[in-house]
């Protein structure tokens, strides 16, 4: 009991941490059960709904002008374009390739921290770097021979969710930097979803997608996306106050690895070794860009 209560903060970012990487698999089984707009824009509504009843309505008044404009707009973007990158994809392996793309983002936020600071960094960086790319590159080519041709190929199969998944990488890399400094320690997490849902029902109400028809089964799977997706973030907003960063910032750059393995299991995709080694690369190449960059504690003298 003692180790539960001294530790449950890290406990918390250790829950949001495998909650988040169910994202991939529940963001797909929504978007087959009722459509990629419509599911995403359904799921966004239940998150938002129950982070209300959670964490209540957000204050307004706390936050600067420029946090929440800018704030929402890259959440929304980020979260529009994961969502309909997954849900848009041709099957369920190119969603997990669109999920993997999506991973960059670590290794991307690092590199736009050196941009904008420009600071001296280890030469470990850049080979780090080319690893995580190389490791996209390894999961989309899978068994093929690992050849620009290839890559363009695969590319040209669907190349709208492509560029949506790489765009959200890079938005994701932005909101990390420029929210590190414009938030002051506070978090509209709340309001955030609560303009995502309606973004996504703005283009469900402009697209071709048929009338959502719900089901006990698929009403259930609808609940559960949404609660898990919105918990994820309900507790990492706990975790951030008393919760060993350090170690959920390692853990952190497993996501890729949890959620290909929960999205492999959950949605019963036989995975190539190509692809495995693939994720392998990314995590390995963020976790390295993370150890090298990261600024060591300053000791305290008493």
């Known amino acids: 009991m003692g180790f539960l209560s001294k530790n449950k903060y890290t406990l918390y970012g250790v829950a949001a941490i495998l909650l988040w990487s169910c994202l991939v698999a529940l963001l797909r089984d929504v978007s087959e059960l009722f459509s990629p707009i419509g599911g995403a824009a359904a799921m966004y509504t239940v998150s938002a709904v129950f982070l209300i009843l959670v964490m209540g309505l957000p204050k307004l008044k706390g936050f600067s002008k420029r946090y929440l404009v800018i704030g929402t707009l890259l959440f929304v973007f980020y979260e529009v374009c994961l969502a309909l990158s997954i849900g848009m994809a041709n099957n369920r392996h190119q969603a997990m390739e669109m999920a993997v793309i999506n991973y960059l983002w670590p290794t991307l936020t690092i590199l736009l ?162 692809f495995w080694q693939g994720v392998v690369l990314v995590t390995v190449g963020s976790l390295i860009c993370y150890f090298v960059t990261r600024e060591k504690p300053k000791r305290t003298v008493n």
């Not at 932005?174 to 309606?198: D, E, H, P, R």
């Not at 990492?236 to 008393?242: E, L, P, R």
């Not at 350090?246 to 890729?256: A, H, N, Q």
Request: glycine share 8%; with cysteine.
């Open 113 to 274: 921290t050196i941009m904008v600071g420009r600071k001296k960094v280890s030469l470990w960086v850049y080979p780090s770097m080319f690893v995580a790319f190389l490791g996209v590159a390894w999961c989309i080519t899978g068994d093929q021979e690992m050849s620009l041709d290839t890559l363009t190929t695969n590319f040209a199969d669907n190349p709208a969710t492509y560029l949506m998944a790489l765009a959200a990488a890079f938005i994701w890399a932005v909101y990390c930097v420029v929210m590190q400094k414009l938030s002051n320690g506070k978090n509209a997490i709340t309001l955030f979803f609560t303009v995502t849902a309606m973004s996504l029902w703005g283009q469900y109400g402009f697209s071709n997608e048929a009338p959502l028809t719900f089901s006990l089964s698929s009403s259930m799977t609808l609940l559960l996306a949404g609660v898990v997706v919105g918990s994820g973030y309900a507790l990492w907003n706990q975790a951030i106050i008393g919760g060993n960063l350090i170690l959920l910032g390692t853990l952190s750059y497993f996501t890729p690895v949890f959620s290909t393995i929960i999205s492999a299991l959950y949605l019963s995709i036989s995975l190539s070794a190509s």
